[in-house]
């Protein structure tokens, strides 16, 4: 037996191989394919031709919304498939098939084809880290990744890195994007029109104004799924003249819009109001011109220095994403550090994990701020285990909501108590709500839903009402979506 000395075991804890930490996707003489192209090129319909040819497989999607969508495109083709998101799990014994968030992804049983979907969100400060580990680690023999271009470079890397075959396929925009020259005034907006502004307010706010003139769906990132489904359709349909979305409408969507219109040329990111970089007009851009409903995609402003400015921005190069690439810590990285540092403080460890941890490879540890501040409500109950309590801040659980929030403090007191929590909803639904704040209590409402029924699938004994939550969640989106037909108030 090797005696190592406590620098050795420092070392061997803080220098971490990722691809070593997924032993069963080693094994497997994985093959990569990247199909790159533009928004509209066909490069996922054709990731998931092949997903359906396949034995075994698994859809990894980077919302619930499009987890859903490819499990009834997949059932509605006569292949038995299951669906796992954080909050819901439709299971067949029967299925070969999975469509699951990315943050679900099964490590531990080997497949023949994965589809990662838009894995430019490798980018992403928060989330970019459920895209590496599924890279590197999901168990598939064939590796189907799609994307735009300025992630070819980064796919290109870590593939050199985990020392695997990679097939480039390049897909070509099926229809073209022209700028329109003029900007468009609000009044002369054509039906099949998408309007893009940046924030919920200022999205009801153009609601409010033009439903005198317009039948109107409108998309934001705080509608749930369900809701948003619900105003695509809507806009699909043709029972709605325009739509009014934010960069929500960026992911996930197929819309037969035929002109973007841009209402404004800045955007607050989490930390400044800034003007919008060519990476995120194009990505929204490319949801103009849907192949199959329209032959060519407009995007214009419906003002002319917003104009001015996206014009400039479209017909730059997009930026390239480069490393270091966001990695999150492991359970087994947790408790040892832990042991190391001498503490049971989840909050210590994680600040430890971000600053000291080193990778082979082009990885840095990720920093997550909301993850760190449930920490320190988790460090306050000191009768949790550590690997209880980092399970417990990986919840969907947004801290700038009082109701949420409050609901994770309730949630978490019940846990230590042993206590059973039957899901009781913390509001009272009218027949429509009348104003945004009445709208926004409804939308809090359904992400608090979401917190339950994340931790009913963890702890089933303790949060029973799963069924209960659901009817609930249903008839608070009925709800919602009978209020964004009417006319709300913008207070």
Same mark, same amino acid.
């Given at each position: 037996m090797i005696n190592l000395t406590l620098q050795e075991q420092l070392h061997n804890l803080l220098n971490c191989d990722i691809k070593s930490l997924y032993p069963l996707a080693r094994n497997l003489n994985r093959k990569l394919y990247f199909y790159v192209g533009a928004?509209?090129?066909?490069?996922?319909?054709?990731?998931?031709?092949?997903?359906?040819?396949?034995?075994?497989? =698994?859809? #990894?999607?980077? #919302?619930?919304?499009?987890?859903?969508?490819?499990?009834?495109?997949? =059932?509605?083709?006569?292949?038995?498939?299951?669906?796992?998101?954080?909050?819901?799990?439709?299971?067949?014994?029967?299925?070969?098939?999975?469509?699951?968030?990315?943050?679900?992804?099964?490590?531990?049983?080997? $497949?023949?084809?994965?589809?990662?979907?838009?894995?430019?969100?490798?980018?992403?400060?928060?989330?970019?880290?459920?895209?590496?580990?599924? @890279?590197?680690?999901?168990?598939?023999?064939?590796? $189907?990744?799609?994307?735009?271009?300025?992630?070819?470079?980064a796919i290109q890397i870590i593939a050199k890195y985990l020392n695997e075959e990679l097939e480039i396929v390049k897909f070509d925009r099926i229809n073209p994007l022209k700028i329109i020259s003029q900007y468009t005034p609000i009044k002369k907006i054509q039906?099949?029109?998408? #309007?893009?502004?940046?924030?919920?307010?200022?999205?009801?706010?153009?609601?409010?104004?033009?439903?005198?003139?317009?039948?109107?769906?409108?998309? +934001?990132?705080?509608?749930?799924?369900?809701?948003?489904?619900?105003?695509?359709?809507?806009?699909?349909?043709?029972?709605?003249?325009?739509?009014?979305?934010?960069?929500?409408?960026?992911?996930?969507?197929?819309?037969?819009?035929?002109? =973007?219109?841009?209402?404004?040329?800045?955007?607050?990111?989490?930390i400044r109001r800034r003007k919008l970089i060519v990476n995120e007009i194009i990505q929204i851009a490319g949801r103009a011109g849907r192949y199959g409903h329209h032959e060519v995609g407009y995007i214009g402003a419906t003002s002319r220095s917003v104009l001015k400015h996206i014009s400039k921005e479209f017909y730059k190069p997009l930026k390239t994403i480069k490393p270091p690439f966001y990695v999150k810590a492991t359970t087994t990285q947790i408790v040892d550090i832990a042991k190391h540092i001498k503490t049971k403080s989840l909050t210590k460890v994680l600040k430890y994990?971000?600053?000291?941890?080193?990778?082979?490879?082009?990885?840095?540890?990720?920093n997550i701020s909301t993850m760190i501040e449930l920490?320190? $409500?988790?460090?306050?109950?000191?009768?949790?285990?550590?690997?209880?309590?980092?399970?417990?801040?990986?919840?969907?659980?947004?801290?700038?909501?009082?109701? =949420?929030?409050?609901?994770?403090?309730? +949630?978490?007191?019940? @846990?230590?108590?042993?206590?059973?929590?039957?899901?009781?909803?913390?509001?009272?639904?009218?027949?429509?709500?009348?104003?945004?704040r009445e709208l926004l209590q409804a939308e809090d409402e359904l992400k608090k839903i979401s917190l339950y029924l994340w931790l009913s699938y963890k702890l089933p004994d303790l949060f029973p009402s799963k069924d209960k939550a659901i009817i609930a969640r249903d008839s608070i989106n009925r709800y919602c979506q009978k209020s964004l037909k009417s006319k709300i108030n913008i207070i």
């Open positions: 928004t509209n090129s066909g490069k996922t319909y054709q990731a998931m031709q092949k997903l359906k040819l396949a034995h075994t497989g =698994i859809y #990894l999607a980077p #919302l619930r919304l499009l987890a859903l969508e490819n499990y009834e495109n997949l =059932i509605s083709s006569n292949i038995k498939t299951s669906l796992i998101t954080g909050e819901e799990e439709i299971f067949d014994e029967d299925a070969a098939h999975i469509c699951s968030t990315i943050e679900m992804c099964n490590f531990e049983i080997d $497949i023949d084809v994965a589809v990662i979907d838009e894995v430019q969100m490798l980018d992403d400060i928060d989330r970019g880290w459920a895209w590496v580990n599924a @890279i590197i680690g999901v168990p598939s023999r064939e590796v $189907i990744m799609t994307g735009s271009v300025n992630t070819l470079k039906p099949k029109t998408a #309007l893009i502004a940046f924030s919920r307010k200022d999205v009801l706010t153009l609601k409010s104004r033009l439903s005198k003139y317009y039948k109107i769906s409108v998309l +934001y990132g705080n509608l749930s799924p369900e809701v948003r489904k619900e105003e695509a359709r809507r806009f699909r349909e043709g029972q709605s003249d325009i739509l009014i979305a934010t960069d929500a409408i960026a992911m996930g969507l197929n819309l037969p819009i035929q002109t =973007i219109l841009f209402t404004t040329d800045t955007k607050f990111d989490g994990f971000f600053k000291n941890m080193k990778f082979d490879g082009p990885f840095q540890a990720v920490a320190k $409500i988790l460090d306050t109950k000191h009768n949790l285990k550590l690997e209880d309590k980092f399970l417990l801040s990986q919840a969907p659980v947004s801290i700038k909501s009082m109701l =949420i929030k409050n609901a994770y403090y309730f +949630y978490i007191n019940s @846990i230590l108590k042993n206590k059973v929590v039957v899901y009781k909803p913390s509001i009272s639904i009218k027949k429509v709500a009348k104003s945004s």
